[in-house]
């Protein structure tokens, strides 16, 4: 069964670039018809969806989010990575890393998910945006 972690600083300034790193087991991020997805949830709001990378290493992002988001990979430690840049007290959450057989949940500009379209999640870590 595939398990996923996420790691990284649970503070991180305004203006600076968030970095979260998700460490997968028991499954490989290049198995086929895979999809790699980072979601976060604010405070009091819903699970939203941030940008996805598949077994090709192909990404695919929130277009809210687009600009300021980048979802790399390390294959040889089966891990991927996310990186939020210019962020503001507004980026605040529990963001989650997450697999799936799909690579958009996007309707327009609106990319919001229910846990049950992803088979699998991580715990989930805080990152709180603070100066």
């Known amino acids: 069964q595939v398990q996923l972690q996420e790691s990284g600083p649970g503070l991180v300034k305004p203006s600076q670039t968030l970095s979260l790193t998700c460490t997968v087991s028991g499954g490989s991020i290049t198995a086929i018809f895979h999809y790699w997805s980072w979601i976060r949830q604010p405070p009091g709001k819903g699970l939203e969806w941030i940008g996805a990378?598949?077994?090709?290493?192909?990404?695919y992002y929130s277009p809210s989010l687009k600009s300021r988001t980048s979802i790399s990979r390390d294959t040889s430690k089966n891990q991927f990575t996310l990186q939020l840049g210019s962020v503001s007290p507004e980026d605040t959450a529990v963001y989650y890393c997450a697999r799936s057989s799909r690579r958009d949940y996007c309707s327009g500009d609106v990319c919001y998910v229910a846990r049950s379209d992803f088979g699998s999640w991580g715990q989930g870590t805080q990152v709180t945006v603070s100066s």
């Open positions: 990378m598949d077994f090709r290493g192909s990404t």
